[in-house]
T-cell receptor, first 113, second 109 residues
């Protein structure tokens, strides 16, 4: 099925552990984005990518690492999880930014204990 | 990044039109105006976008001021399912997608 898929949907991890959130899209969109949304707040951009092997920082990149070796995948890694990284994470993709719509995944709810 | 200003919240009656305003006085000539909404416990979804002219689609209409410094999202007949947070975003071609605080729309039956 065409679309954008995030996995896992829910994750509980311990402080200090490395955790990777996966994002996969089937449209071959050039642009992909990672956001976090804390309870009662809006979405904040963590990282984005304009194409495979091209990534750039967003508003809140500290503590996160991304890679994009293939167009369709954009994993987000928390190198050493902290409680402040407890959040809902959304991935999005867009053919190009501006004149076309962006599509969002259903989110990954991450709890760091 | 060009900024947008939206009211924190608005309320509407079911079956009535809703006009959601957005101010973007620092908009540049290449910025597209996008609207997304986020229903409870879901990811954001696209509503509509435009550059200079008014736009209509099955979900809503977008009215853009002649000087492009403001725009209005119009839901023609609000339903309970339209209760969501609505985000107005300026997106420069080729640039990143940054959200503001949005407007919480409450729909009363």
């Amino acid at each position: 099925d065409a679309g954008i898929t995030q996995s896992p949907r829910y994750k509980i991890t311990e402080t200090g552990r490395q955790v990777t959130l996966m994002c996969h899209q089937t449209w071959s969109h050039s642009y992909m984005f990672w956001y976090r949304q804390d309870l009662g707040h809006g979405l904040r951009l963590i990282y984005y990518s304009a194409a495979a092997d091209i990534t750039d920082k967003g508003e809140v990149p500290d503590g996160y690492v991304v890679s994009r070796s293939k167009t369709e995948n954009f994993p987000l890694t928390l190198e050493s999880a902290t409680r402040s990284q407890t959040s809902v994470y959304f991935c999005a993709s867009s053919e190009r930014v501006g004149g076309t719509e962006a599509f969002f995944g259903q989110g990954t709810r991450l709890t760091v204990v | 990044d060009a900024k947008t200003t939206q009211p924190n919240s608005m309320e509407s009656n079911e079956e009535e039109p809703v006009h959601l305003p957005c101010n973007h006085s620092t908009i540049s000539g290449t910025d597209y105006i996008h609207w997304y909404r986020q229903l409870p416990s879901q990811g954001p979804e696209y509503v509509i976008h435009g550059l200079t002219s008014n736009v209509n689609n099955r979900m809503a209409s977008l009215a853009i001021a002649e000087d492009r410094k403001s725009s209005t999202l119009i839901l023609h007949r609000a339903t309970l399912r339209d209760a969501a947070v609505y985000y107005c975003i300026l997106m420069e071609y080729g640039n990143k997608l940054v959200f503001g605080a949005g407007t919480i729309l409450r729909v009363k039956s």
